[in-house]
């Protein structure tokens, strides 16, 4: 039945302690019906679980996200709500722009940026990756080289379109990191050319799955536009600094992973 976004299915059963005091008052702020899963749950069960929510979220209109349970993050949320953050201004923005021309016009300064920096052409920024590909991993982003999973919240977002779950859960904003408002259409874009969806986010991460890995051309393409969305993904998380790389990557992973410095 589980069988779909990730793999076979699996039978464990999953924790329904309450939270911390940061996971309680961070529920308490969002106000989306939520459950916690405690530091050292078993990975194999929040997918499960995870995966259930999404089966049950087509049915009853709602999508599921994972979000870390940690102090920046409520800390983010409570600045953002004491800001104005507003779902319905957001879900207008989403109505009057396109994703794909917001990415474009990012990877048009990005390529400026870099032959101003670098005094090189945009080839060599695209360059020709000839190593192994990087397998990008299910929540590599949240263990970030930790042997148990840290505490998570999986809350019900009230909207059957998954890439609108940024108009309910503040996120970016800050540096190059885009804000919510520019992500609802970003993710939109994405999830109608590869069927890309959110699976967890924290302060600074956002993890993503899709049902077929991205491979030739299409891979140069999109990596290209997650250039543009996430320098520090090319930057800091490649070892050549190249899209090429990325591109390599994104042709073995189901799993895309973005991170902002």
């Not at 090429?244 to 189901?254: H, Q």
């Amino acid at each position: 039945m589980f069988k779909g976004l990730f793999g076979k299915k699996e039978s464990k059963k999953v924790p329904r302690d309450h939270g911390s005091a940061v996971a309680e008052a961070m529920i308490a702020r969002i106000n989306l019906p939520a459950k916690v899963f405690p530091a050292g749950t078993d990975l194999q069960a929040i997918r499960l679980f995870f995966e259930y929510e999404v089966i049950k979220g087509k049915k009853k209109g709602f999508t599921p996200i994972l979000v870390l349970a940690e102090p920046k993050m409520d800390e983010f949320w409570e600045m953002s709500f004491s800001a104005g953050f507003s779902t319905k201004e957001i879900l207008e923005y989403e109505t009057r722009n396109d994703g794909k021309t917001i990415l474009d016009a990012w990877i048009k300064e990005n390529e400026s940026d870099y032959v101003r920096e670098y005094g090189e052409p945009v080839e060599n920024l695209i360059g020709k990756y000839s190593g192994t590909p990087t397998k990008v991993g299910l929540f590599s982003s949240v263990l970030n080289g930790n042997p148990k999973s840290p505490e998570m919240i999986i809350f019900e977002v009230p909207t059957p379109n998954p890439w609108e779950v940024f108009a309910y859960i503040p996120f970016g904003g800050w540096n190059s990191c885009p804000d919510s408002k520019q992500l609802v259409p970003v993710l939109k874009y994405w999830f109608e050319k590869y069927g890309a969806r959110a699976i967890v986010i924290s302060r600074d991460t956002i993890e993503m799955i899709v049902p077929e890995c991205v491979s030739g051309e299409a891979s140069v393409e999109l990596a290209n536009e997650q250039y543009g969305f996430c320098p520090d993904r090319v930057d800091q998380c490649t070892k050549t600094q190249t899209i090429s790389e990325l591109a390599a990557c994104l042709s073995v992973s189901r799993v895309w992973y973005f991170w902002w410095d």
